[in-house]
């Protein structure tokens, strides 16, 4: 099998490094890479060498900001209402409730999620700011919005712990069948949450 | 809905416009490297660097080689067979092709495929080296090893009338079931084929 040139190599090996890419998909790319648009391969890299210099940390509330900036857009928002704080394992589930445009309180991203198997424990995560944000007396409210897995659950059961004592409203997403499911193909555990939190009809 | 950091929508911009990477894959990839070690960092931008100057194409058979290099590794290599040539499509055919260990000869790389929908002539693929290397008396065999798809199809027909007065032979991969596969599940055309392609058992 003859070797490919080093270059390519290089980059294969590097793309099978993210998440959902394969050796199949890494060598695709690399070879679509070779023949596209040299501005698109400086647009890449410029926005790889940038990424990590380029942005940081809100100093609240642990969503990504622009470095340099101590709040995130939304901590900065006066117009967010206050009282109610999402948690969060990742900026991204940010993005995904941002999108909903159901909801106007503050967020807590955890960064991340407990898990004995890989090693999280509760230090690891951004709960004790949360709890420091909670005994402020900043939230009347806490959605746990984290992950429907079993780690989120746990990070939820957990964070349910800590909070309880500081005699704040705890709430959870509402577990159910996805809008546009089909029961048919709906799993036995969702089935059975959907029976559970069944609700009058109006 | 709040803006993303700029650097971070610069990445998933660039992103997106690999294939197969759509808006979701290319956000969960952004933030995948916000967390990444730096290391991964550098060495996906410097490969995605040095790919266009470090990379060429070898002057006979149009596969990838190492900058400054005139012939690719298996053009160079007076181990491989002379005789036959198999004309591909795509560097990756080649690769897959070498994977089988099942072909010892050389290759042509067309860089492409005909396509009168994306304006694809006979003039942008390298079929004109492929018709004097023929005429130059390199082969005895061509084998056309374009995909079995319509443009893959198109393209080896159209070949196929270009060589034939040349007097050379010419073979195209066998259609069938493919190994490991399931009769039920194979699609209509290319049962039709195993069956027109049947063989005596031995």
Same mark, same amino acid.
């Given at each position: 099998m003859p070797i490919l040139p080093l270059p390519i190599q290089n980059l294969i090996e590097a793309l099978e490094?993210? *998440? $959902?890419?394969g050796p199949k998909s890494a060598s695709r790319l690399a070879f679509f890479l070779l023949r596209a648009p040299d501005e698109l391969l400086h647009q890449l890299s410029g926005a790889l060498t940038d990424l990590k210099t380029t942005t940081g940390s809100c100093s609240l509330c642990y969503n990504i900001t622009v470095? $340099?900036? /101590?709040?995130c857009e939304i901590c900065s928002n006066p117009k967010r209402a206050d009282g109610t704080i999402c948690v969060v394992e990742e900026p991204l589930d940010v993005l995904a409730l941002e999108r909903t445009g159901g909801f106007n309180g503050r967020y807590h991203v955890l960064q991340g999620v407990l898990s004995p198997i890989e090693g999280? !424990? *509760? /230090? /690891?995560?951004?709960i004790r700011p949360l709890i420091e944000r909670v005994r402020s007396g900043e939230a009347k409210e806490i959605i746990l919005?984290?992950? *429907? !897995?079993m780690e989120g659950d746990a990070t939820a059961l957990y964070l349910r712990q800590q909070l309880l004592p500081l005699g704040v409203r705890i709430t959870r997403l509402a577990r159910g069948l996805p809008v546009g499911g089909d029961l048919e193909y709906a799993d036995q555990n969702t089935l059975l949450r959907a029976l559970a939190g069944r609700q009058e009809m109006q």
């Open positions: 490094r993210l *998440p $959902g890419i470095a $340099g900036q /101590d709040l999280v !424990s *509760p /230090d /690891d995560l951004k919005a984290t992950n *429907p !897995s």
